[in-house]
Antibody, heavy 115, light 105 residues
Framework: QVQLQQSGPGLVRPSETLSLNCTVP????????LTWIRQPPGKGLEWIGY???????NYNPSLKSRVTISADTSKSQFSLKLNSVTAADTAVYYC?????????WGPGTTVTVSS | DIQMTQSPSTLSASVGDRVTITCRTS??????LAWYQQKPGKAPKLLIY???TLESGVPSRFSGSGSGTEFTLTISSLQPDDFATYYC???????FGGGTKVDVK
């Protein structure tokens, strides 16, 4: 099954913005949801939010003030931005296709917040 | 917000054992719950959705049941490949349970 492709820096300095991308290889963004999830080291999964191909979004209330998920249909690419990061944002970040029934995932990007 | 309580947090079992994991929600979510399996260093894998529907390609030894506020994931005969961590997720506010690690007894 096709796996999503993820890219972005593995190290972000405190108070800066974490930026990650997720690409759907050979895929169309039309009528698709894309979800972001993260997992701190040794801990469970945390839902961050999703975007629909029309641009509508839904975010975890605990992160809503700091997170933006966007889509670039010309590149079949989705983006996650999390600003004002702290060490608590250190995690593996995953993108997954869908809103529920997440059956296609990216490999995950390990992001460490450190100076 | 809907609270998720998954139990146990750790379960020690042997190959061939019947394994049961429970997920409870603080509000009625009908059957809108999924189960995922995650192995170390890997992305989660969807096993079951809508409470009891087996995802394509998932072995039939996995089954899900429940509705409302209590749900169960059952592995009828644990196989070596099944040692992993399992998470439930509800579709209302998309939160996950805390996870259940199934390890070797």
């Amino acid at each position: 099954q096709v796996q999503l492709q993820q890219s972005g820096p593995g190290l972000v300095r405190p108070s800066e913005t974490l930026s990650l991308n997720c690409t759907v290889p050979g895929g169309s963004l039309t009528k698709n949801y894309l979800t972001w999830i993260r997992q701190p080291p040794g801990k469970g999964l945390e839902w961050i939010g999703y975007i629909y191909s029309t641009g509508s979004t839904n975010y975890n209330p605990s992160l809503k003030s700091r997170v933006t998920i966007s889509a670039d249909t010309s590149k079949s690419q989705f983006s996650l931005k999390l600003n004002s990061v702290t060490a608590a944002d250190t995690a593996v970040y995953y993108c997954a296709k869908g809103r529920v029934l997440l059956n296609v995932w990216g490999p995950g990007t390990t992001v460490t917040v450190s100076s | 917000d809907i609270q998720m309580t998954q139990s146990p947090s750790t379960l020690s079992a042997s190959v061939g054992d019947r394994v049961t994991i429970t997920c409870r929600t603080s509000q009625n979510i009908n059957r809108w719950l999924a189960w995922y399996q995650q192995k170390p260093g890997k992305a989660p894998k969807l096993l079951i959705y809508d409470g009891s529907t087996l995802e394509s390609g998932v072995p039939s030894r996995f089954s899900g049941s429940g509705s409302g506020t209590e749900f169960t994931l059952t592995i009828s005969s644990l196989q070596p490949d099944d040692f992993a961590t399992y998470y439930c997720q509800q579709y209302n506010n998309y939160s996950f349970g805390g996870g259940t690690k199934v390890d070797v007894k």
